[in-house]
């Protein structure tokens, strides 16, 4: 916030989401936190951003966000890990399926086998 004059919020929410979200978010998939205190760090960059915005202080933090047309960066990472799964499994990486992945032994799907995927990809998040 030090670094921009400015306090029109689409000039700040932009260099938010250019600058510092990337960084929160890089390589999520790989390092993706676990421990709630880890989590609690990255949204805190997020929240504190969100604060410093003049117009939208007093508002609790799920309003700031809605206001700013921005997600969660849990969601982020969800979506980051939604899309690697989905590229492993279609073939559109490097890592085999089978080192991730098992086909679920249920044979009734409803019309196609990546289906039996759906349990493993939802038990692992």
Not at 7 to 19: E, M, N
Not at 40 to 56: E, G, I, N, V, W
Not at 98 to 120: A, E, K, Q
């Amino acid at each position: 916030m030090r670094t921009f004059i400015t306090r029109d919020i689409t000039t700040l929410k932009s260099a938010f989401v250019t600058y510092v979200r990337p960084l929160l978010e890089y390589n999520s998939v790989v390092w993706s936190p676990q421990q709630v205190s880890d989590i609690h760090a990255l949204d805190q960059a997020q929240t504190r951003f969100t604060k410093c915005l003049p117009s939208l202080r007093h508002l609790p933090y799920s309003l700031r966000i809605e206001q700013l047309g921005l997600q969660p960066l849990k969601m982020h990472r969800l979506i980051g890990d939604l899309v690697t799964r989905y590229k492993i499994v279609f073939h559109l990486t490097c890592f085999r399926m089978s080192d991730y992945f098992t086909y679920s032994p249920v044979h009734v799907t409803s019309g196609h086998l990546i289906n039996c995927l759906f349990p493993i990809l939802l038990s692992t998040l």
